[in-house]
């Protein structure tokens, strides 16, 4: 392969890389913007996480388009496989994060006109600030291509899990106290679920940088990394 192709190849690699890394960008911003609005009842900034939806959306299509001009024009194999690969699996994980996050927002713009809830919009809030940390640090170990950082995010995933529990069970108890607060209490549950599953989506984001990296599938029970596994995935045999 003429020297000039290999550096457009690998240009075309990077750029794809580079463009997943944005849209987690945004995606993060989405979801902490989102949080934030309802926290402080900001009716401006949810409707521009709404808004903003769109742009993801466009992002998620033309990453998968230019994902899939490579597969068909530079027929990939091994570890570029699976990095071209892994691009299109986490922008759809971004997009679903995206739409969540609008999904928040909309529902925040909702108990704006209501009363204020402050003790179960701070919850809101702490499992909110919870989700964000951990996309932010799945996306930065993405950045960075280290395993271990994406294993540590998957390995808490029950954290998240705990949150979202305790949080149905106060709603509940509220609900339950004061009638009036059923409606406003429904949108939170929502929202709360609405997290969670951004959480599960952190997850599986972990999970595709996994595999990406080494080559191997997260089967049974949790991976356990060592150099030897990062060694591994560099040969030229290692599975796709």
């Known amino acids: 392969m003429p020297l000039h192709t290999v550096k457009a190849y690998g240009d075309e690699l990077n750029q ?19 949080v934030d609005s309802v926290a402080r009842r900001d009716i401006a900034l949810a409707r521009a996480v709404v808004d903003r939806d769109t742009r993801l959306d466009a992002m998620h299509r033309d990453i998968e388009r230019k994902a899939i001009r490579l597969i068909a ?32 927002a909309k529902r925040g713009l909702i108990l704006a006109e209501g009363e204020p809830m402050p003790p179960l919009t701070r919850s809101i809030e702490r499992m909110g600030k919870l989700v964000s940390m951990r996309l932010r640090d799945v996306l930065d170990a993405y950045a960075a ?10 390995n808490t995933d029950d954290e998240v899990d705990e949150h979202y529990n305790a949080l149905f069970r106060e709603l509940l108890t509220y609900m339950m106290g004061d009638p009036r607060t059923i409606t406003a209490g429904t949108h939170l549950l929502f929202m709360a679920k609405n997290l969670e599953r951004i959480g599960d989506h952190a997850t599986n984001i972990a999970e595709t940088i996994y595999y990406e990296i080494t080559g191997q599938e997260f089967i049974g029970e949790r991976p356990r990394w060592s150099p030897d596994t990062a060694e591994a995935a560099s040969e030229p045999l290692s599975p796709v």
């Open 16 to 34: 794809l890389t580079a463009e997943v890394a944005r849209m987690g960008g945004l995606a993060e911003a989405q979801v902490a913007d989102a």
């Open 73 to 104: 024009l530079r027929q990939p194999v091994a570890s570029d496989l699976r990095r071209t690969l892994a691009s299109m699996k986490l922008a759809v994980d971004l997009e679903r994060t995206g739409d969540l996050a609008k999904n928040i």
């Open 145 to 154: 291509a280290e395993i271990d950082r994406a294993i540590a995010v998957w």
